[in-house]
């Protein structure tokens, strides 16, 4: 344990030590940031009354829907500093330009060290990165920048392609693998047909980025089961975004994602717009510390999750987040039941003739949601497909979309389309 590490000062240490990182984030907003300085003048804003985290109800939201219109706007220093350009993974919409400074890189490689050492990852240790860093994406660049910070072994292999990955874990032999969680059934599958001995491999820990691996009661859920009874490794989540340039990592309990004080601030808050108490499901909603090029300002994510203020297990006192219920954006409202994809996936997930899925939203002449779950089978099993999973999805979420099976070969192109760069398993064709 770091001394100086603040999370691991006490609850009263870490909230002054935000606070005084927000007075600086509001006074170089309010002096460089064209967007925000028209904010302040339009709601009457005087930033030296915003002097406690409880204060910022009093600033308006950013959403994403502003950094789509005016996205020059909140840029904060000379185009000649960005060294590096990305863009959002498009998730809730068109995606967004960033840009990073030489100081905004070094603050992503200062995240990922943490994020990674949260993890037990270290000086010595070897990490394949089954993530792209090309396509303007961050988060690829991100861990290895960080790796690279903490003095660990880097393996940049890229996402996909099962051979390569075991030839490579074969003639490296890392011990950590950082993927999409459910691209390792695909990594065991391949091992299993091709009788590679993965459960004696050199792979001691995976930890998962883009999907959840735990459910609100930090059990694995059931695609993290469905791993850990094939493969007995160490399984770590993380939560991250490009928008807030920071990635809450699981410790090794497993009991949510640690926030970085120095790099974030989280409000929780509800329909209301207005915060909820602490371990209430809401909107995450974040204001960035320490970015130079854009950085935002209780930018709304959309996506749901809690806020855990007890200590860990670990002894870190920051605060953590649950694992996302879903996204705000996402939420589906199919024969009078109120749910999330993440509900859909781990049904699927955990059926173990299923190969591949869509889930696909559409809205009804009723206003209501239709949901349709296209799947891909491994084989054909000698019973009713259909009602088997209908009764399925009843029996664990009360309601049963309507179902259509489509070659797998189908449902891989809509799953990986050539210009993604994490796996679609939900289209929402509803009229926004």
């Known amino acids: 344990m770091?001394?100086?590490?603040?999370?691991?000062?006490?609850?009263?240490?870490?909230?002054?030590?935000?606070?005084?990182?927000?007075?600086?984030?509001?006074?170089?907003?309010?002096?460089?940031s064209p967007y925000y300085q028209r904010m302040f003048k339009s709601y009457g804003i005087n930033i030296n009354k915003i002097k406690h985290i409880e204060d910022l109800v009093k600033i308006p939201f950013t959403e994403k829907k502003d950094l789509q219109l005016f996205n020059e706007e909140f840029l904060c220093c000379d185009k000649s500093k960005i060294i590096?350009?990305?863009?959002?993974?498009?998730?809730?919409?068109?995606?967004?330009?960033?840009?990073?400074?030489?100081?905004?890189?070094?603050?992503?490689?200062?995240?990922?060290?943490?994020?990674?050492?949260?993890?037990?990852?270290?000086?010595?240790?070897?990490?394949?990165l089954m993530t792209t860093l090309d396509k303007r994406f961050m988060a690829g660049l991100a861990y290895f920048l960080g790796l690279r910070e903490l003095g660990a072994g880097i393996i940049r292999v890229g996402n996909g392609i099962p051979e390569l990955q075991w030839d490579t874990i074969k003639r490296i032999k890392p011990d950590t693998i950082m993927c999409v969680p459910s691209f390792i059934l695909r990594l065991i599958q391949y091992a299993e047909e091709h009788n590679i001995d993965y459960k004696n491999s050199s792979i001691k820990r995976i930890i998962g980025i883009g999907e959840g691996l735990r459910d609100q009661n930090f059990e694995l859920n059931l695609l993290g089961k469905k791993i850990k009874e094939k493969w007995d490794v160490?399984?770590?989540?993380?939560?991250?975004?490009?928008?807030?340039?920071?990635?809450?990592?699981?410790?090794?309990?497993?009991?949510?994602?640690?926030?970085?004080?120095?790099?974030?601030?989280v409000e929780i808050i509800?329909?209301?717009?207005?915060?909820?108490?602490?371990?209430?499901?809401?909107?995450?909603?974040?204001?960035?510390?320490?970015?130079?090029?854009?950085?935002?300002?209780?930018?709304?994510?959309?996506?749901?999750?809690?806020?855990?203020?007890?200590?860990?297990?670990?002894?870190?006192n920051s605060y953590r987040l649950t694992p996302l219920v879903g996204r705000m954006n996402n939420?589906?409202?199919?024969?009078?039941?109120?749910?999330?994809?993440?509900?859909?996936?781990?049904?699927?997930?955990?059926?173990?003739?299923?190969?591949?899925y869509v889930i696909e939203v559409r809205q009804n002449e009723a206003g209501t949601d239709d949901v349709t779950v296209k799947i891909?089978?491994?084989?054909?099993?000698?019973?009713?497909?259909?009602?088997?999973?209908?009764?399925?999805?009843?029996?664990?979420?009360?309601?049963?979309?309507?179902?259509?099976?489509?070659?797998?070969?189908?449902?891989?192109?809509?799953?990986?389309?050539?210009?993604?760069?994490?796996?679609?398993?939900?289209?929402?064709?509803?009229?926004?």
């Not at 030590?17 to 006074?27: D, I, P, S, V």
């Not at 998730?91 to 400074?101: E, R």
């Not at 909603?285 to 855990?308: H, N, S, Y």
């Not at 589906?332 to 299923?354: E, F, H, Q, R, S």
């Open 2 to 32: 770091n001394n100086n590490d603040i999370e691991y000062k006490s609850v009263e240490e870490i909230k002054a030590f935000q606070e005084e990182l927000l007075h600086k984030a509001l006074t170089y907003l309010q002096a460089n």
């Open 84 to 128: 590096d350009y990305i863009t959002t993974s498009g998730t809730l919409g068109d995606p967004v330009t960033f840009g990073c400074s030489e100081k905004d890189l070094q603050r992503l490689a200062y995240n990922e060290k943490k994020s990674f050492e949260c993890a037990n990852v270290h000086q010595g240790n070897v990490v394949q």
């Open 234 to 265: 160490q399984l770590f989540a993380t939560y991250s975004s490009t928008e807030m340039g920071a990635t809450f990592s699981e410790c090794e309990f497993g009991m949510g994602g640690h926030v970085h004080p120095e790099l974030i601030i």
């Open 270 to 316: 509800g329909e209301d717009g207005l915060p909820v108490p602490d371990g209430h499901p809401g909107e995450i909603v974040v204001t960035t510390l320490g970015v130079e090029a854009m950085p935002l300002l209780r930018f709304r994510t959309g996506d749901i999750a809690a806020k855990i203020v007890d200590k860990c297990k670990c002894g870190r």
């Open 331 to 356: 939420m589906i409202k199919l024969k009078g039941t109120t749910l999330y994809p993440p509900a859909i996936n781990d049904v699927l997930d955990n059926t173990d003739y299923v190969e591949n």
């Open 376 to 432: 891909g089978l491994k084989e054909q099993p000698d019973f009713d497909v259909v009602k088997e999973l209908k009764d399925s999805f009843r029996s664990r979420i009360r309601v049963a979309p309507q179902i259509e099976i489509l070659p797998v070969e189908e449902i891989q192109k809509i799953n990986f389309p050539a210009k993604s760069r994490k796996p679609i398993k939900f289209i929402d064709l509803r009229k926004k």
